[in-house]
């Protein structure tokens, strides 16, 4: 499994980006994706996530309100919508397939996650 995270870039503050996660897997549609970041001397951190079944989202307070998680089974893509963009939401960005299959309610925790993207750094200036 492969995934390609892409869309990143450098904004000010207010702004928008949108990335998107492309997966080479076939059986995409029967997993949970997740958007995790990581900023300069932190820890990867949980930022959004949608279920296999499209039908539960999950954000991290600092988001919410802001970024919306989607998916498009038929073309294998989950994507992040981010609006108003903060300084502090700088860092690498990396899209993540859930281990489990059929899985309704997503947790935030990194080892839940088996597939990682190669990151898109999104940077936003103040």
Do not use: H
């Amino acid at each position: 499994v492969q995934l390609q995270a892409s869309g990143g870039g450098l904004v000010q503050a207010g702004g928008s980006l949108r990335l998107s996660c492309a997966a080479s897997s076939s059986n995409f549609r029967v997993y949970g994706m997740g958007w995790f970041r990581q900023a300069p001397g932190e820890e990867r951190e949980f930022v959004a996530g949608i279920n296999w079944s499209d039908s539960r989202t999950y954000y991290a307070d600092s988001v919410k309100g802001r970024f919306t998680i989607s998916r498009d089974n038929a073309k294998n893509t989950v994507d992040l919508q981010m609006n108003s963009l903060k300084p502090e939401d700088t860092a690498v960005y990396y899209c993540a397939r859930n281990r489990k299959l059929w899985l309704e309610v997503l947790g935030p925790a990194e080892n839940d996650y088996d597939y990682w993207g190669q990151g898109t750094q999104v940077t936003v200036s103040s």
